[in-house]
């Protein structure tokens, strides 16, 4: 085999090995705001399940330093494993639609002077 047939046949190789598509600009452009949108969604949830976590952290630690401080400084060490359990058995009562937001918030209103309300 010559050098000219040697560079055909790779040549024939290179080109059975790289695919080529032929595609309009809109499909382009649909396929790369498919992409970036699984992209964005993904970042978005990251985002979500990260300000959820600092929320439960604060939920639960917050509170303690305050009971630990200022409630029971010489009988924290029995009683904070016990309200623990119950701030997490509440929150699973929320999560499975036993308890009613609405009326939690009502509650934290009328007895600690606090009112939750969305900014608009």
Do not use: C
């Not at 080109?15 to 600009?25: I, Q, R, S």
């Not at 970036?36 to 976590?53: K, P």
């Not at 904070?80 to 009613?100: C, M, S």
Request: glycine share 4%; aromatic share 8%; hydrophobic share 35%.
């Amino acid at each position: 085999m010559g050098r000219a047939e040697i560079r055909r046949t790779r040549k024939n190789e290179k080109k059975a090995k790289t695919a080529t598509y032929n595609l309009t600009k809109a499909q382009l452009d649909a396929m790369v705001r498919e992409k970036i949108g699984d992209e964005l969604e993904e970042v978005r949830q990251q985002a979500t399940d990260d300000a959820v976590n600092t929320a439960m952290i604060l939920l639960l630690t917050l509170p303690l330093e305050v009971l630990m401080d200022h409630y029971w400084p010489k009988s924290y060490e029995k009683r904070i494993p016990k309200f623990t359990a119950h701030v997490l058995e509440y929150y699973e009562r929320w999560q499975n639609g036993e308890l009613d937001m609405d009326k939690m918030k009502q509650d934290l209103w009328e007895y600690g002077g606090v009112r939750l309300e969305k900014s608009g």
